[in-house]
Each structure stands twice: as C-alpha cells, then as structure tokens.
C-alpha cells in the first residue's frame, strides 16, 4: 500500500473557493502524484454541519490533505478524527488565513500570536489520530515580524509533537489589508523560511509563496524539504504536468484534449448527483492558457455553461473551437 504519509515534496496549496473537490479531481489527472490539499473548513462547521458532504473526496485524491481552521482544541481534535476516519491522510491547521471573519472566529493567521493555544489544539488532535497534524503559518503578524517570532511559534508546536510546517513567505498584516492584498502586498521573505530549515533540520519545512516555475521548485528545494504552489498551479492548471514531469513518477504528459475527455465521465456521474456543469467547469477554464484557442475555449466555456439543460455536450463543443492537437 502507498505510503501517503510522507513528507510532501510538492504540494498544492489550499485554496478557499478554489480547491474543491471538483477541482481537486481536475488537478489529480493533471498529476497523479502532488499532494493535494481542501479548502479551509472550519472544526464548528464540521461540528454544527453536514461534516459528510464537507468532507467528500474521490479515491484518486490521495494524498489528500484536510485543512482545518479552528482554536477550540476540544473541537480540533474532533474535527481532526473526523477527517481521519474519513481516510484523509494528513490533518492541516490553519494559521496562516489573514480575512476579518477568520479573526473574529479566533483562528487563522492571528493564532501566531499564540504559540500555547495552537500548540494545545496540536497535543488534543494527535491524541486521537494517527495521522500527521501539521501547520499551515506564515513568517510573522504585523509588528511581529522577526525570525525570532516565528522560532518560538514553531519550537512550541514541535515540542506539541507537530513536525510539519508549510510556511508561506510573506507576513500577514491583520487590520486593512484584504485577504488578497495580503498574498501581494507584504513582501516575500524566503531566506527566513530556509533560516528555519538550517537551524532546526530536523523538522520538515514546506516553503509556500510566489512559486511560479520548475526553477523557483529545484532553486527552495536545495534550501527546504518541500514546495508548495498556490495560485499558479490554479491559475495554470498545465503547470501540473510540469510538476508531474519535473518531480512526479515519470509519467507520459497527457494531451490537454485527453485531460477534458477524462473529465468527462466525472461531470456526467456529478450532475446525476445534482452539480452544476458551471461549478466544476470553471476550474478548467485556464487549461489551454498560453495555446491557440486558450480565448475561444474560455469563452465558450464562460458563456454556456451555465444553461440550463447544458451537459458534458458543452465541453464537447468547446473542445471544436481548439485546434486538434493542443
Ligand atoms: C483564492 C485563494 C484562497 C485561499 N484560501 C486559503 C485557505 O483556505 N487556507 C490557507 O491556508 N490558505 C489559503 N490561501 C493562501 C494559499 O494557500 C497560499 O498560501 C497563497 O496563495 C500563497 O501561495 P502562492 O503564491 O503560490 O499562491 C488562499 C489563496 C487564494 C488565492
């Protein structure tokens, strides 16, 4: 059986609104091999909600990883068994998300400021998975923003028995910038991230932030043990079968063509379960970015399928507007 356990090499980032299922089960057939994260839920959601449904996934996902937002360590453990009796194979906290309503439900990137407090939702979720609980952080908060910070930050989690951390290199500001202002405006500060790496090897460090190409990739993995890629991988779903190429099992590329037709089947089973075509669609969108009939493909893709009555046809007649061998 494969061990999905091991550290990640390269992974792709949590992203709220973005790596859902459909989305994720896009990305698996891009590259079997990354390891793939959820959006954020939330432990109360997981609690008060239908935690079935916000904890689907597909069998191909693996490895998967769950991530969970949340400081009640009481909730976060439940949550986290959650999650591994449902087969997921890594459990994520959430310390690194900057948005009002995070803050306000006291979690997410404002948590650095609490060492203890994360460090005891680390102690009650490993007591009662098997799984690896690991942190998703960045380099500091506001004013707090030296690597003397983030050290303790992560010798308090270590010591909780956390030995995975993905920091992604750019402080959060807390009051006034956007949530996606925060991913542009403070700037990236890689050298402190492999500063963490060289001064506590031991501990597996995950770089995040600005990784854009298999150069950036081979250039932070001299430094760290693994990457892992946010918005370019979603943006440009093709940079999936690079990282496949560059650092996966040697797979053949497949043909973007071969891609969609491999959705297919997946859209059909999922809109006899009641998804809209648009909600999974939207995802593959960038597929053919940078090829002739990229435009064309988006449009198409765009203007039809939200009609209703529209099905995998709708792809089918999109793929008519690209040239054959894209
Ligand atoms: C649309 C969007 C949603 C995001 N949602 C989450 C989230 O739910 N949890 C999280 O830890 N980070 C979230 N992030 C941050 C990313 O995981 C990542 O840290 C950030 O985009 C920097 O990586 P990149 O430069 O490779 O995109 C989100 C980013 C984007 C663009």
Not at 134 to 149: A, M, W
Not at 255 to 283: C, D, N
Request: one cysteine or more; proline letters at 5%; glycine letters at 8%.
């Amino acid at each position: 059986m494969t061990d999905y356990t091991r550290p990640a090499r390269v992974s792709i980032a949590p992203m709220m609104d973005w790596t859902d299922r459909h989305c994720r089960y896009f990305m698996r057939l891009l590259s079997p091999s990354v390891h793939l994260y959820t959006e954020m839920v939330t432990a109360a959601a997981l609690k008060h909600g239908d935690a079935q449904k916000l904890l689907q996934f597909e069998l191909c996902e693996h490895p998967i990883a769950l991530q969970i937002g949340g400081s009640d360590p009481k909730l976060m453990a439940e949550a986290a068994k959650l999650g591994a009796d449902k087969g997921y194979d890594e459990i994520n906290i959430n310390v690194g998300c900057p948005s009002d309503r995070v803050q306000s439900g006291q979690f997410g990137a404002c948590l650095m400021s609490q060492p203890d407090l994360v460090a005891a939702c680390v102690g009650a979720m490993k007591s009662v998975v098997d799984i690896p609980v690991t942190i998703k952080t960045r380099i500091g908060i506001d004013d707090h923003d030296d690597y003397g910070f983030l050290r303790n930050f992560v010798i308090a989690n270590v010591e909780a028995g956390c030995s995975t951390f993905i920091v992604h290199a750019r402080k959060a500001i807390l009051a006034g910038l956007s949530p996606k202002e925060n991913r542009l405006i403070p700037p990236l500060n890689y050298d402190r991230v492999y500063r963490l790496k060289q001064e506590m090897p031991e501990i597996t460090i995950i770089l995040n932030g600005g990784v854009a190409s298999i150069a950036d990739c081979q250039r932070h993995l001299e430094q760290v043990d693994g990457v892992m890629v946010g918005r370019q991988a979603y943006q440009q779903p093709w940079f999936l079968t690079e990282l496949e190429q560059a650092f996966g099992n040697g797979n053949a590329m497949p043909s973007r063509h071969a891609i969609v037709r491999q959705m297919l089947p997946y859209i059909e089973k999922e809109m006899a379960l009641g998804a809209e075509l648009k909600h999974i669609t939207r995802h593959m969108l960038g597929l053919y970015a940078g090829q002739p009939g990229a435009r064309a493909w988006r449009r198409y893709l765009s203007e039809h399928a939200h009609r209703i009555g529209g099905g995998i046809d709708v792809l089918e007649t999109a793929l008519t507007k690209l040239p054959q061998a894209a």
